[in-house]
């Protein structure tokens, strides 16, 4: 049965299961690179207050031709923005600088244990879900002990984690976990991070070249089939189209099962959650 393009959150909308993510595109490129985006057919755009790219994201989803409602725009708040009050201001500053009157997804970025003030946040956009300026919200690099305290506080589950997720790193307990409270997973890193040292993998270069498919689309399918929202990132214009051409191939069981046998321990490329309080 073929994918279909959008999965069901659980507040009753629904979200793409690919997303053009945009860390690390500078501001000025990023009317272009969106733009071009937006063109070849993403319909969801990953950007954070922290990638100081929402006014150029903003730009290209404003002068798109597809209308405002067929688009998914998310946002992240600033660690520094964690708070009640501040949060409120947060997310104004995100739609003054994006151009828009809502976001789809509101996520915060990371817990922060330590300043712990990620529970009065939530509590914020609780309010700002029902006051209509965000449609779902959500939260980005949490843990089940910090989920703990946001659904006990509020009785609200977030309806989506974004985390780092890839072949190299799994993540097969936090995803037990979210399938069991009806969260979506985000993988960000989808392709492996920084110099993609995944897609020279033999074991992805060789499903490749036998399904005529590049490491990064069948990378991509992996997620996909997963149940997975998917977030690559690119600059650069053919991979822009490459990285869209996923929906016409499937990845056999055993092909599958040969991905999910590259897991590590230590594939990790960024910052644990308890670890991360100064980038973004
Ligand atoms: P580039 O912008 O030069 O294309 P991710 O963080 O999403 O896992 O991506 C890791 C890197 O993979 C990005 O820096 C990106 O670099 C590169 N990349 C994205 N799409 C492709 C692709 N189709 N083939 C090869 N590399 C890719």
Redo the contacts with the bound molecule.
């Keep these: 049965m073929p994918l279909s393009q959008t999965i069901a959150l659980n507040d009753g909308h629904h979200i793409p299961r690919l997303g053009f993510?945009v860390w690390r595109l500078p501001d000025e490129d990023a009317p272009g690179v969106v733009g071009a985006a937006i063109r070849a057919g993403y319909r969801h755009i990953d950007t954070a207050q922290g990638y100081d790219n929402e006014e150029g994201v903003g730009r290209a989803v404003r002068e798109a031709e597809v209308p405002r409602g067929e688009l998914f725009i998310t946002s992240k708040e600033r660690t520094r923005d964690q708070g009640y009050d501040s949060t409120f201001r947060s997310l104004e500053g995100s739609l003054k600088r994006l151009g828009l009157d809502y976001l789809d997804l509101f996520l915060i970025h990371w817990p922060v244990p330590e300043h712990d003030r990620y529970a009065e946040t939530w509590r914020a956009l609780v309010e700002l879900r029902a006051q209509g300026r965000v449609r779902s919200i959500g939260v980005s690099n949490f843990l089940p002990s910090h989920f703990d305290r946001l659904i006990g506080e509020t009785g609200v589950v977030p309806a989506v984690n974004q985390v780092e997720l890839?072949p190299r790193y799994q993540q097969r307990d936090i995803r037990d976990w979210h399938a069991a409270h009806s969260i979506v997973t985000e993988s960000y890193?989808?392709?492996?991070?920084?110099g993609?040292a995944l897609?020279r993998e033999p074991v992805v270069t060789d499903i490749a070249t036998r399904l005529s498919k590049?490491p990064?689309q069948v990378v991509i399918r992996w997620h996909l089939q997963q149940d997975l929202v998917v977030l690559?990132?690119?600059?650069?214009p053919t991979?822009v189209t490459?990285?869209l051409d996923v929906w016409s191939f499937t990845l056999s069981t055993e092909d599958i099962a040969r991905i999910d046998a590259l897991d590590r321990p230590d594939g990790k490329t960024l910052p644990r959650p308890e670890e991360m309080n100064t980038l973004f």
């Design positions: 993510g890839h890193s989808p392709l492996g991070g920084e993609a897609l590049t990064a690559p990132k690119t600059a650069n991979r490459e990285n």
